[in-house]
């Protein structure tokens, strides 16, 4: 079974402040790992994805998020937020190919000027 | 390339009323899944369709909801009846048979009243 948690509805930083959001995943097969931000009204967006191949993956608009097995980790970082950053971000899981996404449920990131 | 296409957006029934929407996934892709996104969470699988088939319906409250795949390309997604904790937005997104990364439509936002 797969499941994700992220740590934090809520997160507020600074425009310029470095952007860190939290993940932890459970899996009993090797994972694949997601991270999705959604607008408002807006449907998901692929900002990267963990394939097994590096643990550090870089996304789009300066995302990046590092897999570390130990801490059965995921997080999404990037070092310098933007007012357009502000979103919904949701990490996500599966468990092979073909197989269902587990979302977990959501960190709303601001961006204060 | 076109996107994942979802329609309507918005929708506003009373319970016990009937609601169905539509989506058209990306040229080729023979992977469809309906999620369910309350509000505050994160999305929750509906079903997963391969083609014309239920790959995984385990998550659709099955008296009152319906799917349907007919021919393998678009789906539609019914609600008879629906009930006030059925507000939601439906997400359908798409994938490449092998392929781990879904791509997703933006959305139906359901209001129950």
């Known amino acids: 079974a797969q499941s994700v948690t992220q740590l934090g509805s809520h997160v507020s930083v600074s425009e310029g402040a470095l952007v860190l959001l939290r993940c932890n995943y459970s899996?009993?097969?090797?994972?694949?790992l997601f991270w999705y931000v959604q607008y408002p009204n807006q449907g998901l967006q692929l900002l990267l994805k963990?394939?097994?191949?590096?643990?550090l993956v870089k996304g789009i608009n300066g995302f990046e998020a590092e897999f570390k097995k130990s801490e059965t980790s995921f997080h999404l970082t990037k070092p310098s937020a933007h007012m357009s950053d502000a979103a919904e971000y949701f990490c996500?899981?599966?468990?092979?190919?073909?197989?269902?996404?587990?979302f977990g449920t959501g960190t709303s990131l601001t961006v204060i000027p | 390339e076109a996107g994942v296409a979802q329609s309507p957006r918005y929708k506003i029934i009373e319970k016990r009323q009937s609601v169905a929407f539509w989506c058209n996934p990306i040229?080729?892709?023979?992977?469809l899944y309906w999620y369910q996104q309350i509000l505050g969470q994160g999305p929750k699988l509906l079903i997963q369709?391969?083609?014309?088939?239920?790959?995984?319906d385990s998550q659709l409250p099955k008296d009152r909801f319906s799917a349907e795949r007919l021919k393998g390309v678009d789906s539609t997604l019914k609600i008879q009846p629906a009930k006030l904790e059925d507000s939601a937005v439906y997400l359908c997104?798409?994938?490449?048979?092998?392929?781990?990364?879904?791509?997703f439509g933006q959305g139906t936002r359901l209001t129950v009243v």
């Open positions: 997104a798409s994938s490449l048979v092998g392929s781990i990364e879904a791509f």
């Open positions: 899996s009993s097969v090797p994972p694949y």
């Open positions: 963990y394939t097994s191949a590096a643990t």
């Open positions: 996500a899981v599966s468990g092979n190919t073909g197989n269902q996404f587990y």
């Open positions: 040229s080729g892709h023979a992977t």
């Open positions: 369709f391969q083609n014309n088939g239920v790959v995984d």
